[in-house]
């Protein structure tokens, strides 16, 4: 593997939009549910292991070589929320325009083709990193980044939070986004032997419910 | 089939229910797990587990499995809420429901809470499989701590398949022994009492549901397939019971 290729997919700045989502942390700020560098951390321990875990697992799947179809159907048995399958599936597409630009695969066009409108992101991520030869426990590590960098860059333009304060929550969360990120690739190589089905499917009530309220608001700063 | 054991590892028991169009061919409950046929609903055949109020304890292993045949319709409930205790040296125990729905058959699963006491460790694991043409309405409630009490440990696995593809998948896991932020704003935000209400039907391959709010704290979502799904946290069992009854209700009469 290419330790530079693992920064390329995980910087902020790959133009994959990500950028424009909170992962929730927005509707959860309006509800005044997060209003401290403590309730921020907390919230993105949750997401990390439940919503993270899930997508982290199914990159580290796509990246062993799944079926990237089958785990996209698996994506969706464990996104209940419409807008959460609306955003991954956005979040995709785009992620598929920067990674065939990037790291031109026959994998990577097979799937853009039989799932025109965006298959789920992690699967995507996790193709393209195989496409970046990276393994599965790298596709694993930029998913679980994302779970909890999105949210800690939100809460700092929404509340004003210091970015010190931010940027300490996510360094914190450090030993826990490796566990999940081994978690995630054993789970992977577990699945190639016996199917998706035994990928992990941790889910977050409040995300899923505060997903919805957020997609019917009519003006917001982050798109999720 | 083994029958009740009882021993230092705890209880394993499994109570079988099978449905047909004619009735309960199979009606057999074990250990902690008594069933009686109740008043029948309708066109439905009407199953009551009664008897699980001690059960599970920490080291047990006990499961329900129920299949309702081609054409056949059962409703199941439960007497009382299922409570999970310690057992005597801190192990887990574990529950397995297992429902198979076949082909123009319909399972109204609406069993009582689950109740997590302080200091209990359980796992359960349900697992469905539908025909393409069989109905479903399944509710689950978890509730963390009795009154005023501490949660114990909780872990839940719904997979749900439909026509042999996966429908809903979905983990849940609180208290002492869960990973880190299930109480934080992301998963419960002080909560303790979560549920899920899953309707599966064919007329929802044409029209599916729309998704709406239903208050703060619960939302009611088309699945990827032909299934809606309520999702809700409550401060506790009451209210949770009420929003869930609501959706329950506004279901039923629409159907």
Redesign the interface.
């Given at each position: 593997m290419s330790r530079a290729a693992l920064l390329v997919l995980a910087d902020g700045r790959f133009p994959a939009g990500g950028h424009a989502h909170s992962g929730g942390a927005e509707a959860a700020v309006k509800a005044g549910r997060i209003r401290t560098a403590a309730d921020l951390a907390e919230f993105c321990r949750g997401r990390l292991h439940t919503a993270g875990l899930t997508a982290a697992a199914l990159a580290a799947a796509a990246a062993a070589g799944l079926d990237p179809l089958l785990l996209d159907e698996a994506a969706d048995a464990r996104t209940p929320s419409p807008a959460l399958r609306a955003t991954a599936r956005k979040l995709g597409r785009q992620m598929m325009r920067a990674a065939r630009a990037t790291w031109p695969s026959a994998e990577l066009d097979a799937l853009a083709a039989a799932r025109p409108r965006g298959a789920h992101q992690p699967v995507v991520l996790g193709l393209a990193a195989r496409a970046a030869s990276l393994g599965p426990e790298d596709a694993a590590h930029c998913v679980a980044y994302e779970a909890v960098s999105g949210p800690a860059t939100a809460v700092v333009r929404l509340l004003g939070l210091d970015p010190f304060d931010a940027t300490g929550v996510l360094a914190r969360l450090a030993p826990e986004l490796d566990a999940v990120a081994r978690r995630a690739a054993v789970a992977a190589a577990e699945a190639v032997v016996e199917g998706a089905a035994v990928l992990p499917a941790a889910s977050a009530p409040l995300l899923d419910v505060m997903a919805e309220a957020h997609a019917a608001w009519p003006v917001r700063l982050f798109a999720s | 089939m083994g029958g009740l054991t009882l021993g230092a590892r705890g209880v394993r028991a499994t109570a079988r229910i099978v449905a047909t169009p004619e009735g309960l061919p199979v009606l057999e409950g074990e250990g902690p797990l008594a069933l009686r046929r109740t008043r029948a609903r309708g066109p439905y055949h009407r199953v009551t587990v009664v008897g699980a109020m001690s059960a599970p304890l920490g080291g047990d292993r006990i499961a329900v499995e129920a299949e309702v045949r081609d054409g056949a319709r059962l409703h199941v409930d439960s007497a009382a809420a299922t409570i999970a205790l310690p057992g005597r040296d801190g192990e887990r125990a574990h529950y397995d429901v297992r429902l198979t729905v076949g082909a123009d058959a319909e399972l109204r699963w609406l069993p009582e809470q689950l109740i997590s006491a302080a200091g209990s460790d359980l796992a359960m694991r349900t697992r469905i499989d539908l025909a393409p043409g069989a109905r479903l309405v399944y509710r689950e409630e978890q509730v963390l701590g009795r009154h005023g009490e501490q949660p114990g440990t909780l872990a839940t696995?719904l997979?749900?398949y439909r026509a042999g593809?996966?429908?809903?998948?979905?983990?849940?896991?609180y208290g002492p022994g869960?990973?880190?932020?299930?109480?934080?704003?992301?998963?419960?935000?002080g909560h303790r009492a979560?549920g899920q209400l899953l309707v599966v039907g064919p007329e929802f391959t044409d029209r599916p549901a729309e998704?709406?709010?239903l208050g703060?704290?619960?939302?009611l979502?088309?699945?990827?397939?032909p299934a809606l799904?309520v999702?809700?946290?409550a401060p506790d069992a009451r209210l949770l019971r009420h929003v869930l009854d609501d959706a329950l209700r506004s279901h039923l009469t629409t159907r």
């Open positions: - | 696995r997979t749900v593809r996966p429908l809903l998948d979905q983990e849940l896991a869960a990973s880190g932020g299930w109480d934080g704003a992301a998963v419960l935000g979560a998704p709406r709010m703060d704290n619960a939302v979502t088309p699945l990827a397939g799904l999702t809700a946290v």
